[in-house]
């Protein structure tokens, strides 16, 4: 049975359990009020009644002070002879009354009313219940849910992450950080947003208040790598010594070999990183998903340098830095980052019409995105109108999902985009352009912008 199924058969259920408990409770309420009713009105028709009952109750009280040795048998007699005498008075001679005639007739129109009166309200119950119900479910619940393909087509929408709703994500955890600023897990999350909508200094500054709550290294690469794409890929400086003292206190820590080694091929130093890939390697488990590609970096490297192939699979048999040639071999490094060497390379400027529609420190984003389907960013680079025309450098050291990554794609859209405010999120007035098809290795792209975002 489908979940939707299921929801409809129990809301059923409890709806009719509901009205189940509801009608019987009222059937009872109703007779036992029409009963009352009835036992009221003929104790006021006829009052002779009601006075012999409260004469019965004194004589069996007599009778008991009789049975405990209270009263003899003389005593006795003369109370009842008392009782009974005061009932006759009380009484009297029994005389036709129109008027209790006619206040009869109408208690018992109104006990026959009272015991019809039930069913009107049964049958509101049945009706009101499960329409209410259904309105409420209509108001306050999800009725979609009820439509598996439309619940399969939401569910698709919300999957896809746009810079509209990171946006809005980011203004949420603001908000919440305001009222928890010492959680730690908020204010990476935050950088790690922040870093997707191409705001790399709110990033890193998310990521050094992170990092005042917990000295982890992991977090202090994150800084470097955020750090260098708000400088347009240059370690030079803070980045390469973050990974320096991260490497000097722990040798094998892998994301910061990674980075050392990227940031060291790009430069050219390919000994530099050809050392700090063969070091990851012995790190990275035989069955990692990390393996193939930093393989496929070691290759590389080693062919740059014109030696032979590493051994295929045998990771003991590589030429790998020893421990303490890490920090030393980082020390070598500083440039551009790339997390493989997989590239698109370009200039990119403003066509001379629409020079006078941006400002020299008006934000320039450069990135790539898939030919079709999401818009979301692969890769992406930011610098200035001050810098153009500007040479750009797309690859996997700037992506900004490490889930997503330009390696993935085999082609793509390359785009342009000069921002007033600053925001990763398109804005009317935006200068804009693009160019598509693009092949992964194409360099000398000419990218202008030349259109104004409506």
Sequence with gaps: MNPALTFIVLAVGLIALVLVVLCVALWRGAQAGALALQARDAARDNPGLANAAVYRDQLLDLEREFALGNLNDQELQIARDELSQRLLDDVGPAEPDVEASGAGTSAHTTAVAAARQPWVWLTALIVLVPVLSLVMYGLLGQPEALDPLALKQGTSKEAEVTPEKLTTMAAALSRRLEDEPNNVEGWVMLARVQRALGQFEPSGQSLRKALALSQDDNLAIDLAEVLAQQNAGNFAGEPWAIIQRVLKADSRHLNALFLAGSASYTESNYSAALRFWEHAREVVAADSPDAPELDR???????????????????????????????????????????????????????PELAGKVGPQDTVFVYATAVSGSRMPVAIVRTTVSALPFDFVLDDSTAMNPSAKLSSMAEVTVRVRVSKSGQAVPQPGDVTGSVSPVKLGSHNLSLIAKDVQP
């Design 297 to 351: 970096a070691i290759s590389e490297a080693r062919e740059k340098l014109g030696l032979a192939p590493a051994p295929a699979a045998s990771n003991s048999s590589k030429v790998v830095a020893k421990p303490t040639d890490a920090p030393a071999a980082a020390s070598e490094g500083r440039g551009v980052s790339a997390s493989t060497q997989v590239q698109i390379r370009g200039r990119v400027s403003v066509a």
